[in-house]
């Protein structure tokens, strides 16, 4: 035997029967009191805290090659000018590519391969920025050691970065 629920489904006011999820009455106007809907918690992506730590490591392999560059060259010196300009579409394309893994996080909820699959091509994208700042510093240090006019070996990682920023943006 089931039992059926007649709360709310009167106006407490007039009598007249309520049709579910009214939220006036129709006979008087008065308004209806409904429980409050459960509020929905958001449970934060598995993947957040290794995007955060990307973006932490990131930040700082990019500030310690901008104080290098700064170190090794006049500012007035084009290699100076060459590696700032490379420095700085790194940190814009790796905004960008920041900013798509975060909407992405908020958008996983465990339950989605294909977002979950995205999220791991979002995160490679991101360390392999961090490891082309790691190469970038790793040349500017010797560089700084040799103080030898050996230039292949940066124009080798300008080239290598303009690879990877060029194929970020036909991503």
């Known amino acids: 035997m089931a039992l059926e629920d007649n709360h709310n489904h009167f106006c407490i006011y007039c009598g007249a029967k309520l049709v579910p999820?009214?939220?006036?009455?129709?006979?008087?106007?008065?308004?209806?009191y409904h429980d409050p809907e459960p509020e929905?918690?958001?449970?934060?992506?598995?993947?957040?805290?290794?995007?955060?730590?990307?973006?932490?490591?990131?930040?700082?392999?990019q500030a310690k090659a901008k104080e290098l560059v700064d170190k090794l060259f006049d500012p007035s010196h084009i290699s100076y000018?060459?590696?700032?300009?490379?420095?700085?579409?790194?940190?814009?394309?790796?905004?960008?590519?920041?900013?798509?893994?975060?909407?992405?996080?908020?958008?996983?909820?465990?339950?989605?391969p294909v977002i979950e699959k995205e999220l791991k091509n979002?995160?490679?994208?991101?360390?392999t920025f961090v490891d082309k700042m790691e190469d970038l510093i790793n040349e500017l240090v010797i560089q700084l050691s040799s103080n030898e006019d050996d230039d292949e070996d940066i124009n080798n990682l300008f080239s290598e970065m303009d690879d990877l920023?060029?194929?970020v943006k036909d991503y």
């Open 122 to 127: 979002k995160i490679q994208t991101l360390e």
């Open 21 to 32: 999820n009214q939220h006036y009455c129709s006979q008087c106007g008065k308004e209806i």
């Open 165 to 167: 920023i060029d194929s």
């Open 81 to 112: 000018q060459k590696f700032t300009a490379a420095i700085k579409k790194s940190n814009g394309l790796f905004d960008n590519q920041l900013s798509v893994a975060r909407k992405m996080l908020e958008l996983d909820n465990g339950n989605n």
């Open 40 to 61: 929905t918690v958001n449970i934060p992506s598995k993947y957040e805290p290794e995007v955060l730590r990307i973006e932490k490591e990131y930040n700082s392999k």
